[in-house]
Each structure stands twice: as structure tokens, then as C-alpha cells.
């Protein structure tokens, strides 16, 4: 663990965003992660990807569960709201928020033990509301925090750094969404900045529920020979299926001359997504493709990386609530609890 | 591109911006945390080996250390490197016992050391311990040259210069004071093995327009200030004007103002951006209300009767063209009124008892022909060094001379070839204790340089040899040597052990690291690395191929902190902090380096 905090000190040439804030400014606590844990790398893209999305810090909720994962929400943005909830509730916990107070940014960050494990539950249904919220799950196979016991999103065959063989199969997350109706699903590696911060842009831009499954490789327990989550194994075999540009709403937008096809997607803010597929007659915008392509790809062994599906068509958790466009906090108190006479009409229409 | 070379000991060298900038090469973050730990004997001993004179720098140095150090390029002001050496010679304990002794024995060779100034025993202190029987010629009664004679001992006490002077001659240099040297036909004649000519460059550059010769009122800087040393001078009129903007103008304006002038101007043909003194002397004769007055080029003196009056200039006004070049055209003239006038226009070396026929080449301007790198003239076995050498320049350059001179004299008295000089080395020792846990201080102070405290004025202009700056307390001194950044903990990095899992990139707080793929040139690399690496004169450490995705690890130099979080967060240890320690050539052979105190 660090023993000094970070030196206050920046590059001469650091810029400040639309809102003046600096890189710096969406920094957290030092993290207390072990050296090398690619949650930290998640951090660093996320803390890229709020700085150039001139997020105002004080208009997110950080949310998150138990586990290494769940701590990183200490690491970025020191200055926004959060709530670290029971195990594999953050959902449930942000679901509630969200219902609350729908003005906010959700950036929820899990982990595979607490969101394919003990929040399994938890996370199917949030996906079935559509909450309107970023979900990215920190992957890497094992129970980091207890000393690396397989996980459930562990692969059939992968070892644990004792020898030990996983024989139970896999969950993967990117599969389950899209079965469960998902309208953004996204894969990445944090090894992969490049790739990594556009998504968590287009993810932080999503009208719904933003699923980013990220494979983060736990240094400690998960990052050696036979690991199917570890550094190397990512390197070998990640494939990236679609590449992502992400293009904000106040940017000229000047199509680059290319024969290559491209698909555009108009977000809800304005601003565009243009994915460009790698694999030929992959359509970032049908469910089948992306879900038998992933598919295909894990038979072969290779992890299909990218922005693999969004629909940005589908309505999120408060259109399908038909609920008020206020958020309840700032609704005047009679008209939020209109008074047991309200209640007593109310009551009357059951009997 | 190819990977970095760094078993370079110039490499890592150039990282210690002070180090590397210091003539002598010393190595300020070593001695640094030495006085931030109390160390004040060892922090001394340390830098004596490089400069010879702590004390005496730690007062007087130009101080090139500053303006190179890093923390200059992200704080405001530079770490007060010279005032903290001062500290250590200050506070410093009995250390004779550990200073270099002559051995009984000697080596049966003779050498003549030509004026007493820092250049000459410099020689003498790397020799004497050799078993050199070293004689040092000083036309004065006392040693240390223009150190003694032409810097104000309210700068530099005299206590100072004794007590350093005789760690060296106290080894058994025979002294000739009172003895110029007139003639180098007779000294060679002498027998000695080898001679150094480190006689300076005492003469004062004079200013030859009407007037000049109609007064007793105007005075060559470098010899009036001799003159009040020794005590033939004692007061001024009260109205001084004096001709130049060096060093030397403000040694005569602040000494004006303790002889008695209450009305001082130092006159400069240019603006106050191309003064050649050192800002902070500036700001002291600021401080003493002494007046600058800009853009004035002298035309004549005003003698009335054979009084002088005042002293006409031609005011300037200066224009740069597209290349930069300054040019002047004159926007009228104007009589400034004064009584004295002290000329402190420049210095040359003079050594008009080097006769012409004994293979002693001369340059223009009677400057002799002297190697750049072995100090030896045209006739072998005589050596030349400070001021004597190349013209003026700063203490510490002389002091390097004479290491390097020294070096030269004792190859040529072994029969030796000139060329073959020591190597410089290097070590390179890990600082890691634990987890999270280095033997050097690497958290951050924000503190800003901590101010020197100076002597009241009416007590300074009383005595001409009342020291201004006071000096730093322990605790302040402490406090300074925070700020350092230690640039010689090295951040060293071996690519086979990378995993590039991106942690140094992440945590590095001033984006100094990037994984990229190969590109073509360093132009183009500079373009593409977390932050522009703008500043050219900085290096970028480039890797091996990393084992993964065959990418490089490339390091912008330029503002690293030093703080080890790129360490600190490698899970394979493929950064370390390396504790650098730069093994310099002396006559000696070798030099111990700070390891083994």
C-alpha cells in the first residue's frame, strides 16, 4: 500500500474541461488495491472519460456493493454523492436512487463476485427495468478480497493459482444481457484505454441501463499461467469486434473519409457513437448477431471485445413508470405527500 | 528507436539537473538530505570532495545548480541549494581529522602553483595527498585570490576563507606570499615538474573617453575594492555612479554604501533583462537603496577644474530585429551629476611576465592556448586554469579547472598521456525497503523556498565586514531540503519484468509514463505520450520492446516529481527508485563516492 498521498504537482501542460476543472479534480482517495490491480486502470479511464464528458462531479451518484471492485468508487470523483450498499445490492440501492432522484448521473461499479455471484439476482432485474445508469462490472474470475477462489464468471478449465480446475461454468455477463433485453452491452479490457474510455463515454451518454462488462485482472490471485483473466491471456486472445468512437454533441462533426461502413448512433443527449464492426456482417445493431457472434467467439477461446450491442430506441426505467419528470427532491412536500385526504379518495377507488 | 542507453553514467547524470549543471558536478541531493538529517560534518566532507569550498561557495556561488533545478519547473522557485550548502559549513563540527592528509613519503616531484586563488588550490588539494611537493607562488600576504581581494567581506567573511584555505595548505604546500611571479623563464628554470598558471584575472577593464585622465575621482573597480580590503581606501564621495552590471558593479555599490555614499547609481548600456549580475545580488543592492539606471551608454566625464561633476550619456533605445539581434539609437544625452565614479566594465587576465620565447602560444587579446580538456598550453608541463585560462568566470569553474589541471599534472609527471583520464562511473542502489516504504523522503512538501534573513541596514553600513545574510536555522534548513525532489533516486526500469498493466501510468501525477507502440522518430514520440514532452533539453528514457505487445515504455523526464508512485504501484518491481551515485575522475584515481561515509 502507498504510503504517501499524491503529490499535488501536475504536468505544466494539463488542461481544464468546458467546466474548468482539471484531470485531478476527478480524482479520489489513493487507492489501496493491490500494486498492478486493473480496477485502478478502470479508474483512470473512468476519471478520463468524466473529465472529457465535463460530468459535473456534484450531479453523480458513485454506487457500488462489496468487494475489490466496490472499493474503487473511492478512487474517483471525491466530490459527487455515493453509496457503498450491502453485498450485490447496489442495483436494488440505485434502482431506489434512481426512482428518487433521475437527475443525476448513476455510475455504478460492481464487481463478478458481486454482481454473477451474490447480486446475480439483483443485477437481472435492474437490467429487466431498464434503470437508467452506468453498470460496469470489474471481471477477473475470482474472489479477490478472500484470496482467490473461483468466481462465477471463472471459464471451464481456467486454473487458480494453486492448480487447482474450474468445472463449473461460466456466467458471462455480456450473454446474459442480451438475453435479458440489455439496449447497451459493452466488452472491454483494462489494458485498454484506447478502446475502454469512448465505451464508458457512450455508456455514460446511454438512455438506460449501460452494462460494460471490463475484464480487470486481479494481479495478486488471477494473473498467471492457465489464468483464463490474467494480463497475457487478455493480450492473446482479445478480439475486438467493434471499434468505438464516441463524437459529444459539441464537437464539429466531420465524417473521415473512409470506405469503410460505419454505424452511426444518435444518442439521447446529441451526441454520436459510430461504431465501425471488425468482423464481417456484424451489426452492432441486432441482438442475434452480437449474441451469436460472442457466442462463436467463446467457443474459439478468443474474448470478443467492443461495443456489441446498443439499442438506443428502448425507454428506461421512468418512461415505463410513467413517472414525474421532477425529481421527487425537488418536488414542492404537498404535492410529493398530497395528505390523508388524497390517500382517503385513493383508498376509496378499491373499495 | 533504440532503447535507452543507461548504463551511460551520463544518462542518470543529466536527470540531477543541479548536479549536472554544476561545473564541479557536485552531488547536491546527496549532501542535501545530509543536512535535512543533521549530517552537517558528512553533508561538508561530501561536498568538499567536489568543490573544495563550501563555506566559501555556500556564500558566493553563481550558482548555476539553480536555475537547472527541476523544482524551478513546477514551483516557483528553485530549492536555495548554495544557502543550504552554506548551512552545512555553518553548523559543521571539528572535522579536520577527516580531511585528506599528505603522506610522509613523497613522490619526489615538484610542482609550482602560480597565484593562491580557488583554481590553484584546488591543485594543491588534489595532489598534495599524492605525495606532490606543491610550492604556491601569491603576490599578496595571504592566500585565496580574488575570493579575499575583490569579493566585500559583508558577503564573505575573512574567518571563512582562512579556515578553508588552510584544509589545504595545512597538508604541506609551501607558501611564497608576498612573492609575484615576474618572470616564467625563471621559474621553469626552477626545475619543477610540471606549473600551473592560476593567477587570475585581476586587471580591471578601464574606459577610455574625454575625461578619463582629468580626475583622481574615477576608479577601476577591481582594483578600488582591492584597495578598501587592504585598507588604503576607507570612504567615497557621496554622490557614485558605477559603469557596469555584473557582479563586480554590485560588490562596488553595495561597498559605496558603506564607505559613506548616500546617493549610489549603477548605469548599464542595456536593460535590466541583459544584466550579467546575478539577480539576487541585484535584489541585495536594491535592498540597500542602491539606483539602476537603464539603457545609459557613458560618452564622457565632466571635469570642472579638475573637479569631477557628473558623467554625460547618450540614452539608448534598443530594437530587435526579425533574427533577434538587438541595435541602439540614440534618443538624446543627458548629464548625470556625481562625484566619484567607479568603472566595473569588465576583467582580463594579465601575465605579461610569460615571455614570448618559451613556447607559450597567445591568442588574440593575449589569451594563452590552452586545451579545453587537459588545461595544458602549448608547452607541455604548463598548465593553465581559472580565470588565467579562458577569462572570467565563477568560483566552481575554477575549482573544476584545478581538478582537471590536477589530473593533467599528474598523468604528465607519471609519463602518462594527457588523454588517458579517469573514467566517470556510476552505482546504482535500490531504496526500497518494503511495501510502500523508500530510505529517501519521497513525499511531496508544497512548502515555497524559505527566505533568508539579512542584517538589519544600519547595522550593515556601519562596518564594511558585516556579514548581510545571516544564514539559515536548523530548522528552516530542514524544512528546505524537503522541497529537493531527489532527482538522484533514479526511477529505473527493467522491461522484462513489465506486465504493462498500465499502474505507473495511472498514478504518475504529472504524466510523465506511456506505453506506446514504436514510432518513427523522438519528434514524433514527443507528440504522442500522456502529456507533450515540450522541453527538448529534457531526455526521454525510451525501452526495450516489452514482452507482451512488444510496445515501449517511454519516460518524459521533464517534470517527474521523483515521489516513486510509478514504484510504489508496480506489482513486478520493473520500476525501482535507484539511489544514483556519480563516480567522477580525480587525480587521485577514482573517487570514493558518498557510499562509503
Known sequence: MTSISKPPVRHPSAQKNQIGLTKADYEGGMSTLCAGCGHDSVTAALIQAFWE????????AKMSGIGCSSKTTAYFMKQSHGFNSVHGRMPSVTTGANAANRDLTYIGISGDGDSLNIGFGQLAHAIRRNVNMLYVIE?????GLTKGQFSASADVGSKSRKGEVNEQTPIDPVLLALTLGATFVARSFSGDKTQLVPILKAGLSHHGFALIDVISPCVSFNDHEGSAKSYAYMRRHEVEVVETDFVPLRREIKVPETHEELTVVRMHDGSEVRLHATAPGYNPRSRDTAYRH??????KGEVATGLLFIDESGREMHDMQRT???????LPYDVLCPGSAVLDSLMERYR | MAPTNVSDPRYFHKVVDCQWACPAHTNVPQYLRLIGQGRYDDSYLLNRESNVFPGILGRTCDRPCEPACR?????????AICRLKRVAADLRGDITDRLPKAPAQKNGKRIALVGAGPSSLTVANDLLPLGYDVTIYEKHNQPGGLMRVSIPSFRLPASVIDEECQYIIGMGATMKYNTPVTSMKALLNEGYDAIFVGSGAPHGKDLDIPGRHDTSSIHVGLDWLAGVHFGHIEHIEPRVLIIGVGNTAMDCCRTSRRLGATDVTVVARRSRAHFKASPWELDDAIEEGVHILENHAPTRFVVENGVLTGMEFERLQWTEDKSGRQSSTVVGTVIVPCDAVILAIGQDNAVPWIESDLGIEFAARHMPIVDKVTHQSSRPGVFFGGDAAWGPQNIIWAVEHGHQAAISIHLHCSGRALTDRPPTGMTLTSTKLGMGAWEYSNDYNPSPRAKMQHEELVKRFSDVSIEVELGYTPEQAAREVERCLNCDVQTKFTDALCIECDACIDICPTSCLTITPVRESEADLRRHLSAPALNTKQ????????????????KDEDVCLHCGLCADRCPTAAWDMQRFDLKLGYAGGLLAGAEQR
Open chain 1, 139 to 143: 471481471n477477473n474470475g475470482v474472489y
Open chain 1, 324 to 330: 414525474v419528470t421532477t425529481p421527487l427532491a425537488q
Open chain 1, 294 to 299: 460472442v457466442q462463436a467467439c467463446v467457443r
Open chain 2, 539 to 554: 531526455e526521454l528514457f525510451v525501452s526495450g520492446p516489452l514482452t507482451q505487445t512488444s510496445r515501449l515504455m517511454v
Open chain 1, 53 to 60: 464528458l465535463d460530468l459535473p462531479p456534484h450531479r453523480a
Open chain 2, 71 to 79: 523544482r524551478g519547473r513546477i514551483d516557483e522557485k528553485p530549492v
